[in-house]
């Protein structure tokens, strides 16, 4: 099966996409194009889905570089790809040839580019990322490199949507806390529980930071198991690990 990766006219003409799982050449609950180094996966699969990602967007597999994510605001500048292990949740280059990646199994995963400029970003943005201000601080690293946030598109990825992602009182607060406005982005569920727009509230971050464009693709990853791995669906069919979606992009 060939690799199947969704793409956004709003960072066209650079070669991008938002791989799912399908075409990899993982088994078992990692079925498909698991591009995790840190999950428990075969570490020779791993690095096949790897290198055929690289390849899908004209690259050689030393070139696609990925980090160490840890729910941060952290950014990397680079101009040539970097060591494994790298803590951080976002990168930035105007450096061609350099493909920038970014995992997730209901994060979001976004790409960034100022094609004028000739800059790029890719961040990893779960609420935790997104809350502590990844996006903001992505635009930024961009800034220095001679983007403008005007000029700049942002592409939200598959991730979990709303009607999948049930919270508590207590992720519910930690966000009004930080914004009464951010009540906008929960609704009621059942049991006295919440559901929290994720993506929305991605979207909501871009645009307040200026971003001139800014979009999600509208693919939910807990309710397609047959496109993209959800941490979420693994914790509740009780599977001991999951599968990592990658997204890229290159100048």
């Known amino acids: 099966m060939t690799l199947e990766a969704?793409?956004?006219?709003a960072l066209s003409p650079l070669r991008h996409g938002f791989f799912t799982r399908r075409g990899g050449a993982s088994s078992g609950i990692f079925s498909?194009?698991?591009?995790?180094?840190?999950?428990?996966?075969?570490?020779?699969?791993?690095?096949i889905n790897r290198a055929r990602v690289?390849?899908?967007?004209?690259?050689?597999?030393?070139?696609?570089?990925?980090?160490h994510q840890v729910h941060s605001a952290d950014v990397v500048t680079l101009d040539a790809p970097i060591p494994p292990g790298r803590r951080a949740d976002a990168m930035v280059t105007r450096t061609p040839g350099v493909l920038l990646g970014?995992?997730?199994?209901?994060?979001?995963?976004v790409l960034f580019a100022d094609r004028a400029a000739g800059v790029i970003g890719a961040a990893h943005a779960?609420?935790?990322?997104?809350?502590?201000?990844?996006l903001e601080a992505t635009l930024a690293a961009m800034e220095s490199l001679g983007a403008t946030r005007q000029s700049t598109a942002a592409v939200i990825g598959p991730c979990i949507s709303q009607r999948a992602y049930e919270v508590g009182q207590e992720f519910l607060e930690t966000f009004v806390d930080a914004d009464p406005e951010h009540a906008r982005f929960f609704i009621n569920g059942t049991g006295g529980r919440y559901l929290f727009d994720l993506p929305g509230f991605g979207l909501f971050r871009l645009r307040r930071a200026g971003v001139g464009h800014a979009e999600w693709t509208g693919h939910c990853t807990y309710h397609d198991p047959d496109r993209f791995y959800s941490y979420r669906r693994s914790q509740h069919r009780g599977e001991?690990?999951?599968g990592r979606l990658v997204s890229a992009i290159r100048l």
């Not at 970014?102 to 995963?109: E, F, G, R, V």
């Not at 779960?126 to 990844?134: D, F, N, P, Y």
């Open 6 to 9: 969704i793409t956004a006219n």
């Open 32 to 47: 498909g194009l698991n591009c995790g180094a840190g999950s428990s996966d075969q570490a020779e699969a791993v690095a």
């Open 54 to 67: 690289a390849r899908f967007l004209g690259a050689d597999a030393g070139d696609l570089v990925t980090l």
């Open 102 to 109: 970014t995992l997730s199994a209901d994060c979001q995963p």
């Open 126 to 134: 779960g609420w935790r990322g997104a809350l502590g201000g990844v």
């Open 240 to 242: 001991a690990d999951y």
